[in-house]
């Protein structure tokens, strides 16, 4: 039987760290979270709502287009918010291989849980495997 998983924080911490970084407030970094995509649609997240996630208290998984704005907020890659909401809600680590092929990502349950010779085990797989 799987035991639960500790609850992840990952999106949270990335947004303390970000604002702390830019020195953003919560209602400027709440302003300045529109999504690139729909400029029109104004800012998609709240005063509360951001700073009830970064003091990791309990908000819905965000969207995709709140995410984009988040990251826009955060002058972050997209990639950076996506890999943290993926990890905070569904304990999903994004895992590269930075010794032999930087292209080489693998999205992994539990990763950081794993020992070092299983973790490079999956990488050996990654660098192995042809889908054609």
Known sequence: MET????????????RRRMDELGLSFRKLADACVDPLDEGA???????TLENLAKREPVK???A???????????LPLRLTQEAAAAQWFGVETVYDDESDPETRLLVRRFQQMSPEDRRRLQIIAETYDPS
């Open 65 to 75: 287009p709140q995410l984009r704005a988040l990251s826009a907020g955060l002058q």
């Open 42 to 48: 104004g800012p998609l997240w709240t005063r509360g």
């Open 61 to 63: 998984a965000p969207s």
């Open 4 to 15: 639960a998983a500790a609850p992840r924080w990952d999106l949270a911490d990335l947004v």
